[in-house]
């Protein structure tokens, strides 16, 4: 007997049909003779339609109640499953995420799992429910209800299969597995058969929105094996572990994320310290900085670029204003209308010229570069955002198809 721990996206539970699609999924595990803990996602768009319905009342509303509020999508999902699978004719129990022993951080819409207390699941396990467990929800030290962010039921599921030492964790989705590229944007994109952590934190890191990428993280922390599959079509899906045993592909996937706003600081002086201003302003307010680039001084002044996170842009353009006027730099530019595409592939740490292969598709796209980032097992471009997904497709077509 194993116990395994299967999660599932909000598309899989969209509506009656997909609930008791889900429902028969569960239980034929269950029949197998396997403990089940099953970890649910709102259904279709609830979380979006309760985010708006929040704005439309409050949308300086505080964390505290937007935590409420959002909490709210999966609950639905979990008592509409666990009726499913009582209509099937089995035990059955769902659990909200403070139920189920997720403590959390207190750091509201990004609440961060400190730890899972499983003992209610162990226990309801032990009279041969079935569990159904609320993702993306928990309880902080105050007792308020926190979430873990977007796409945190992901690693809802994994925090549960390292605290109770699962023997499978699976990740229901509404595609067949993890593919070289979003399957719904690029027609000829493949699914991987294996991926490692690293490989895979990048790419869920760098806009594959199919794992989220605390969930790989934690996966990779407590060497959890995942298997993203489809809840729709019975296929073998996408394992993700730690090395990859495929022969090492040269890349294993492209990425684009639009979530990115460029800030240019223009005339800034030409002197050492003026990039330590800037930089340290903007850590002071927590905002990440991801992609810089400084130019050559030329008459004593240079410009810095760098990109954040969109929702961050607004913050850090009074940082920007600050400074400007501290310094007396010439000017700056915001622009939220750019995207960051990325190659991801542990196999390009020992081959030269992958990073050129990116620039040659681009440039048979005619598509320009504003700014470039790499690391060992990545590359990433900053574009303009209208050209994203014919980037993506021109490059996976070069890495890809040819
Ligand atoms: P769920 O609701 O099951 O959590 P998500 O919408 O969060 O599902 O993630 C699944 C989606 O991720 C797919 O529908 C697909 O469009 C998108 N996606 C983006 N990049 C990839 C990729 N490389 N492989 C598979 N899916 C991807
Ligand atoms: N329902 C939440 C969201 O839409 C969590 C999740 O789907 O994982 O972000
Ligand atoms: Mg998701």
């Given amino acids: 007997m194993s116990l395994i721990v299967q999660k599932f996206g909000g598309s899989s539970v969209a509506n009656a049909e997909r609930v008791f699609n889900v429902a028969r999924i569960v239980t034929s595990t269950y029949d197998e003779g396997n403990d089940v803990v099953v970890v649910v996602s709102a259904q279709g768009d609830t979380t979006d339609d309760l985010i708006a319905k929040g704005n439309e009342i409050n ?14 999508g999966e609950q639905i999902s979990i008592s509409l499953l666990a009726m499913a699978i009582e209509k099937l004719g089995y035990p059955v129990v769902s659990l909200l995420g403070w139920q189920a022993g997720f403590q959390t951080s207190s750091a509201h819409t990004s609440a961060r799992i400190k730890r899972v207390v499983p003992n209610r699941i162990r226990k309801e396990l032990d009279k041969k429910c079935i569990v159904v467990v ?34 499978l964790c699976q990740i229901y989705t509404d595609v067949e597995g993890v593919y070289t590229a979003d399957p719904r944007k690029v027609k000829n994109a493949r699914k991987l058969k294996d991926i490692s952590y690293d490989e895979m934190l990048e790419l869920a890191t760098l806009g594959a929105q199919v794992l989220n990428n605390r969930s790989v993280e934690m996966a ?8 993203v599959l489809s809840s729709l079509v019975k296929a073998p899906g996408t394992i993700v572990k730690e090395k990859s045993k495929m022969e090492k592909m040269l890349i294993s996937g492209v990425a684009k994320d639009t979530d990115v706003a460029r800030i240019s600081v223009i005339g800034v002086p030409d002197e050492p310290g003026f990039a330590f201003k800037i930089f340290s302003k903007l850590s002071s307010k927590n905002i990440n900085v991801d992609i810089i680039l400084q130019s050559i001084g030329h008459n004593g002044k240079k410009d810095i670029s760098f990109t954040v996170a969109k929702d961050r842009a607004a913050d850090a353009e009074k940082c920007v204003q600050d400074y400007v006027e501290n310094v007396n730099a010439k000017d700056f530019i915001v622009n939220t209308e750019v995207a960051k595409i990325s190659i991801v592939g542990a196999g390009m740490e020992s081959h030269a010229g992958v990073a050129t292969k990116m620039f040659e598709a681009l440039y048979d796209a005619q598509i320009n570069i504003q700014m470039i980032a790499t690391s060992e097992i990545k590359v990433s471009v900053l574009i303009d955002k209208k050209d994203a997904d014919r980037a993506v497709s021109a490059i996976h077509e070069k890495f890809f198809e040819q």
């Fill in 59 to 72: 949308p300086n509303a505080s964390k505290r109640e937007r935590d409420m509020l959002l909490s709210a």
């Fill in 134 to 167: 609320a993702g993306f929800q928990g309880i902080s030290k105050y007792d308020d209800i926190t979430t873990l962010g977007r796409g945190g039921s992901d690693t809802s599921a994994v925090a549960i299969a390292a605290a109770m030492h699962a023997d």
């Fill in 220 to 227: 990779k922390k407590y060497n959890i094996e995942l298997e």
